[in-house]
T-cell receptor
């Protein structure tokens, strides 16, 4: 079935460093792809999405490009801040009722 | 605008006790509703989803159940909690299927002791 694989964390970066969190997917069709962020003790918030190949989702300085040829949707940010410390989830929709989530990648940004 | 409310925020329950978690959505009609569980160090596990009143689909067999008595109300229940039921429970809604993305509630931290 459809699935999402994320890089294992935790990822620790210094403030202003470049961030990449890898996400690859397995799907039989052309899924929609999402990144969600979860701050400590809170629910998940939609960060960005892309619905077709070569689409780029962006929000709050984060970007991810839907790459069909490599079945990837890597999350990037040019300069992270301490406030970006959170758990990031990649997710896939195969156009059914529910989203398939990856296991999450914890990010810690130090001053 | 649409909002989702989930309560309680924190709950400590003894093994064998019953459970009732409630989730309500405002500002929309006929939403798809979802219950997820997030165990420590693990990802999100879809427990139940509902596409309409009284319509419940279960993804994982367990001692939990869900009900949707009203269009914008989704309840997660158990008759007898197990230690393994501990976790962070998240309710979410969607305007349609997964393509629309979800809006999540703030979650309930359940500890079974």
């Amino acid at each position: 079935g459809d699935s999402v694989t994320q890089m294992e964390g935790p990822v620790t970066l210094s403030e202003e460093a470049f961030l990449t969190i890898n996400c690859t997917y397995t799907a039989t069709g052309y899924p929609s792809l999402f990144w969600y962020v979860q701050y400590p003790g809170e629910g998940l918030q939609l960060l960005l999405k892309a619905t077709k190949a070569d689409d780029k989702g962006s929000n709050k300085g984060f970007e991810a490009t839907y790459r069909k040829e490599t079945t990837s949707f890597h999350l990037e940010k040019g300069s992270v801040q301490v406030s970006d410390s959170a758990v990031y989830f990649c997710a896939l929709s195969d156009h059914g009722y529910a989203l398939n989530f990856g296991k999450g990648t914890s990010l810690l940004v130090t001053p | 605008s649409q909002t989702i409310h989930q309560w309680p925020a924190t709950l400590v329950q003894p093994v064998g006790s019953p459970l009732s978690l409630e989730c309500t959505v405002e500002g929309t009609s006929n939403p798809n509703l979802y219950w997820y569980r997030q165990a420590a160090g693990r990802g999100l596990q879809l427990l139940f989803y509902s596409v309409g009143i009284g319509q419940i689909s279960s993804e994982v067999p367990q001692n939990l159940s869900a009900s949707r008595p009203q269009d914008r109300q989704f309840i997660l229940s158990s008759k007898k909690l197990l230690l393994s039921d501990s976790g962070f429970y998240l309710c979410a809604w969607s305007a349609g299927g997964g393509d629309y993305g979800y809006t999540f509630g703030s979650g309930t931290r359940l500890t079974v002791v």
